[in-house]
């Protein structure tokens, strides 16, 4: 009984066995919807400034030595909102190029994706060095492209990944330098004072908030961030 139920449910365009061409089109489809939504966060990480901007801020909790403040919901949460803020043109040239044609019925599904992916593409191709990316068009057996349009994002993808990584910890290393400074002054007053067996951080933490609050480090880190893209 349970069976001949089942057989008598009928859902529309899931029917891999079925002989119209428009459903398994319909199947298809879904099931590339699907798999783009499984893929959105790493597509969030990988292929926009998420990456630059959450780095750089947890080198500024560690150079701050606050261990879990701010906490990670916070430096996420604003990564998150400088990441929409930084690709927001992006995202608008897209809908005004690919998605609202694409609903008008102007232009096919293959076109608006083509069109959609070109800003993507230019954006990762300016901030990707190009060292980085001759390096997976040689082991990819690859010649070089002559346009954006025709890097691979197999390719791209990867190299504006390292490129990235590259510039967040460049940056985070001359973030760490006046931390560095402090640390070093308080351990030297503490061994000339002879309180060697005072720890130099729980010292030296006080002045370097201090130190990040009166030059309004916040800021000045974001406004950095914003000014690199």
């Known amino acids: 009984m349970l069976n001949a139920l089942l057989l008598s449910i009928n859902i529309p365009g899931l029917d891999i ?7 398994v089109a319909v199947t298809l489809q879904l099931l ?3 798999t783009i939504l499984s893929l959105a966060p790493g597509i969030l990480i990988m292929m926009t400034s998420f990456t630059r901007i959450i780095i750089v801020l ?7 030595g606050t261990q879990s403040m701010p906490p990670n919901q916070v430096l996420i949460g604003l990564a998150l909102f400088l990441t929409f803020f930084i690709m927001s043109p992006i995202a608008l040239e897209i809908n005004e190029t690919s998605l609202q044609p694409y609903l008008a ?6 076109e608006a994706l083509d069109t959609a992916v070109l800003p993507v593409k230019e954006f990762m191709a300016q901030h990707t060095r190009e060292k980085d990316l001759a390096l997976f068009f040689k082991y990819a057996g690859q010649e070089k492209p002559e346009s954006v349009e025709e890097i691979p994002l197999t390719s791209l993808v990867p190299a504006f990944a390292i490129s990235e990584l590259k510039t ?3 940056i985070g290393f001359v973030i760490f330098i006046p931390f560095l400074i402090i640390d070093m002054v308080v351990a030297s007053t503490l061994m000339a004072m002879g309180m060697m067996m005072l720890p130099p951080v729980m010292i030296s933490l006080p002045f370097k908030i201090l130190l990040f609050v009166l030059v309004d480090g916040w800021y000045l880190i974001i406004e950095s961030l914003l000014v690199s893209f």
């Open 17 to 23: 066995g079925t002989d119209a061409p428009e459903d």
């Open 32 to 34: 590339f919807l699907l």
């Open 58 to 64: 947890s080198f500024v909790r560690t150079g701050l």
């Open 105 to 110: 019925g102007e232009v096919s599904q293959q």
């Open 168 to 170: 967040a910890f460049q």
